[in-house]
């Protein structure tokens, strides 16, 4: 079986990685990372992890260009398939991963490992980039690709921890408008929230963008909305999603199954930014 899975994943990487579209990505941008091609899994896949990008991947683009097609693509699914072997040392999403493949594993299945975007820039997201419509329209081929010939039981999104970070830096910045303090002071701010190796650099750059360095009055009249709490859904494994408070009921679907423990989130909506 997976002898079968390895080679119509290799037909349809090959089948999208085709020259017109690899020179569009050339002749556009560079500092680009290798094509990111997951391999086979060993055992029917019961959930596919999709993160956000590799930094940097089997050598650069350009190496895309000086090497047999065929040959790339078997040698960056090996890539892929030695990377899922290593420990996970202190990344998280390896570390994530891994805990996924312990609960998953007992059941006969396997954790699949795939990323939203094949390629990255500058080692890292290429929403920036000017190619980006070019490696979407990429990375949204061979992901529906894969997931098409994988099958999962199930699709999971994942940010980074530095999204999680970013949320929370919200909520605080919300809780502080909504509190009854009558001002509100960046320094103040950024002393009670702002990690301290990022105080000085935040201080400055609300500094080049004109906020006052002296404490502020209040006044959210404006903003009342922006300021409910969004709504949060935490599982059992630690994964969350968090909403804005003023989402439509139907923009977001949930249903568990409380048989096999599993839940299907529906959102109804495409990804627009992954950080």
């Not at 090959?14 to 060993?42: H, M, R």
């Not at 896949?45 to 047999?68: A, C, N, Q, Y």
């Not at 103040?188 to 360095?213: A, C, M, R, W």
Request: with cysteine; glycine share 4%; net charge positive.
């Amino acid at each position: 079986m997976q002898e079968a899975t390895h080679q119509a994943l290799s037909s349809a990487y090959e089948s999208i990685l085709t020259d017109e579209t690899l020179d569009c990505l050339s002749q556009v941008e560079t500092n680009l990372a290798g094509v990111f091609l997951p391999s086979a899994p060993a055992k029917p896949v019961s959930l596919m992890i999709v993160g956000r990008e590799t930094t940097s991947w089997f050598g650069g683009f350009p190496k895309i260009h000086t090497m047999d097609r065929a040959e790339y693509i078997a040698a960056s699914m090996e890539r892929h398939h030695q990377a899922i072997g290593q420990r996970a040392g202190r990344s998280k999403f390896r570390q994530f991963y891994k805990k996924a493949e312990k609960i998953v594993e007992p059941t006969g299945g396997s954790v699949a490992w795939h990323n939203l975007f094949a390629i990255s820039f500058k080692k890292n997201s290429p929403v920036r980039c000017k190619a980006i419509s070019h490696i979407a329209d990429l990375s949204r081929k061979l992901l529906l690709a894969q997931i098409e010939i994988l099958q999962p039981r199930a699709v999971l999104f994942v940010s980074g921890p530095s999204a999680d970070e970013k949320l929370e830096l919200h909520e605080a910045l919300r809780a502080e408008l909504r509190s009854q303090t009558a001002t509100l002071s960046a320094a103040d701010f950024s002393s009670k929230h702002i990690p301290k190796e990022l105080q000085d650099n935040y201080l400055t750059f609300l500094e080049v963008k004109g906020f006052p360095k002296n404490a502020i009055v209040k006044d959210t009249a404006y903003i009342t909305a922006k300021l409910k709490r969004r709504r949060k859904y935490v599982f059992g494994n630690g994964v969350w999603i968090s909403t804005p408070p003023d989402v439509e009921a139907d923009a977001i679907k949930i249903e568990s199954d409380e048989l096999i423990g599993t839940t299907i989130v529906t959102i109804n909506s495409q990804i627009a930014t992954q950080n």
